[in-house]
């Protein structure tokens, strides 16, 4: 979709030569004159028209604009939330119209609002089409985002065009089914990310696994057909001294449980465990873009969870990268077994900050349920960064709890740790599993199994958190400048 930046008052609006105008409304507009503001004022008057959120009115060719059809969507107060929903209602009822050609006209040139109504816009104008010949691809192919002024809106429309890519990958790799998003096709589409020259782009086999101690994430990949891949991406905004951040995405293809198998009811849903995966090659893809002046690296352990003759069996123990070995309770907490090596591998970039992002636990989903991703870490600063990375692009996650008292039931006879203890806290037990793997750096963990898809008529991958992701490596771009010996000098 192309996507442009205009300045625009309701009075241009009105002028604007388009196949539909969107024009949002809050409780506080009041200051618009012209025949947008009359047509507005007459739809309230008549009833057929309010302000509370959720609100909205479609006209047909109405006389006097321009525009094919015009549209006036309610924001309530205009918090972000209602922004987003109200973009997202207005879109969704131009996408069943022949509009190909689309303005929203934003009441502020806020940097939030600007950012997520562009990402709201085009997440409802995506249409899933890989593996569907039948679906019809999205008319809108051109949105303009008007605000009251485009030159200070600038550098947040390169932000959201960033984002707005980013996140269309990740929906894409997580929707794709898991015949066609094998480990060895996520690893081509990483290596396509290399086509950017800030990103370069490695792709190990089993024998390099091997031979790098990965006896863990090896083990879990040893019933499969499709071969493991381990990908490592590497984002060079900055000079090469700069310690990166490190982003390790879960790339289960898919998960069926192994020998601990699963019931088969949604089962397809879990074509969606690698949303961690494609939620790092978002970013990447969004990186290359905004180019901040920040060194990023990407970890990608990708692999399906087979049952079969070669299978992983409950019981069986293995040694992972680091040393410790691991006594495998279920097969099925298999995303802890593959990000644990990654997590060691990890080691060697000396990061700032490692963070994992992973479909985890079906018990982060009875927590938290679908809004808000957990998450988990080990170091303050890391965690009110993620949690305002989160706060400002709208993609919320929750800091969950890391008592040492909470590894209690990963205690083994067998081996150093069980990969699982009882159902109680499930989604802190297996952060509890993965911390024993990431002292050595500060470290995020986060669960979103709850955010990553939706279920339902709506199924589908969301692309988060790729808008938390992004936040996060842009605030370490921003304040590295900030405290950079050439700058200060000036
Ligand atoms: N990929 C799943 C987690 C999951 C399940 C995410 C359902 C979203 C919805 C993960 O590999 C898994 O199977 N976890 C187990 C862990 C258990 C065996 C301790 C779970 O959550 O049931
Ligand atoms: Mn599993
Ligand atoms: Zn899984």
């Known amino acids: 979709m192309n996507l442009e930046l205009q300045t625009l008052s309701w009075a241009q609006a009105a002028s604007l030569q388009v196949d539909a105008l969107i024009v949002l409304v809050s409780q506080k507009q009041n200051k618009h004159t012209g025949l947008l503001s009359t047509m507005l004022s007459q739809a309230e008057k008549s009833g057929d028209f309010n302000r509370s959120a959720g609100q909205s009115m479609l006209w047909w060719k109405p ?178 001294s700069q310690a990166p951040v490190v982003l390790v995405g879960k790339g289960i293809t898919f998960d069926t449980g192994g020998i601990s198998l699963k019931p088969g009811p949604g089962m397809d849903e879990m074509k969606f465990d690698m949303c961690g995966a494609a939620s790092v090659l978002g970013t990447f893809e969004a990186l290359a873009h905004l180019k901040p002046k920040v060194n990023v690296v990407g970890l990608i352990p990708a692999c399906e969870n087979m049952p079969g003759g070669r299978a992983l069996k409950p019981g069986d123990v293995v040694t992972s990268m680091s040393g410790q070995t691991i006594e495998i309770l279920n097969t099925d907490a298999e995303g802890r077994l593959v990000l644990c090596d990654a997590l060691t591998y990890a080691k060697r970039f000396k990061p700032i900050a490692v963070i994992d992002i992973a479909t985890l636990t079906g018990a982060c989903v009875i927590a938290l349920g679908h809004l808000r991703s957990g998450l988990y870490a080990t170091d303050e600063k890391l965690a009110q960064q993620l949690l305002q990375a989160g706060e400002q692009s709208l993609d919320l996650c929750w800091r969950m709890p890391l008592d040492d008292e909470y590894a209690e039931g990963l205690k083994s006879n067998f081996a150093d740790v069980a990969n699982v203890a009882d159902r109680a806290a499930g989604s802190v037990t297996a952060a509890k599993f993965l911390q024993r793997f990431a002292k050595d750096f500060p470290w995020a963990h986060l669960d979103i199994a709850g955010t990553a898809w939706k279920s339902g008529a709506a199924k589908g991958a969301t692309g988060r958190p790729v808008p938390a992701l992004l936040a996060y490596v842009m605030m370490q771009a921003n304040m590295s400048l900030k405290t950079s010996p050439l700058k200060s000098k000036n």
Request: charge should be positive; proline fraction near 4%.
């Open 63 to 240: 006389a006097g604009l321009k525009a094919q059809r015009l549209v006036f969507a309610a924001t309530g107060e205009g918090r972000p939330q209602d922004v987003r929903q109200a973009v997202t209602l207005a879109v969704q009822a131009l996408k069943k119209t022949k509009s190909a050609k689309v303005a929203i006209c934003l009441e502020e040139s806020h940097s939030k609002q600007l950012v997520i109504a562009t990402q709201a816009a085009a997440d409802a104008a995506y249409v899933y089409t890989h593996t569907k010949p039948s679906a019809k691809p999205s008319l809108i192919s051109h949105l303009i985002i008007g605000v009251p002024d485009a030159k200070s809106s600038q550098q947040d429309f390169v932000h959201a065009k960033a984002q707005v890519s980013g996140v269309a990958l990740a929906r894409e790799w997580g929707n794709r089914p898991a015949n066609h998003a094998t480990p060895d096709l996520l690893a081509k589409a990483a290596k396509g990310l290399a086509k950017h020259a800030s990103i370069s782009c490695e792709v190990l086999g089993l024998k390099e696994v091997l031979r790098l101690g990965m006896g863990s994430f090896a083990a879990v990949a040893q019933a499969s057909a499709e071969p493991l891949r381990f990908i490592v991406l590497n984002y060079k905004g900055a000079a090469a």
